[in-house]
């Protein structure tokens, strides 16, 4: 699970280490919620994608 998660921080462009000031978590945490905001973004697309196709009703 570490290794996703440090994984998911380097495509967004974070670093490992923890901000040091106030000026460097402000934008830290916006920068992990714009990215955790566009992954359950995606995955509710893919969801809803996979419902319509499930949906048998509709064949």
Do not use: K
Request: aromatic share 14%; net charge neutral.
């Amino acid at each position: 699970m570490a290794s996703v998660v440090a994984e998911f921080f380097g495509i967004m462009g974070l670093s490992s280490y923890a901000p040091q000031t106030l000026g460097e978590l402000i934008p830290y945490l916006l920068t992990v919620f714009v990215g955790v905001a566009l992954v359950s973004g995606v995955f509710r697309v893919i969801g809803r994608l996979v419902e319509l196709l499930m949906d048998f009703r509709r064949w």
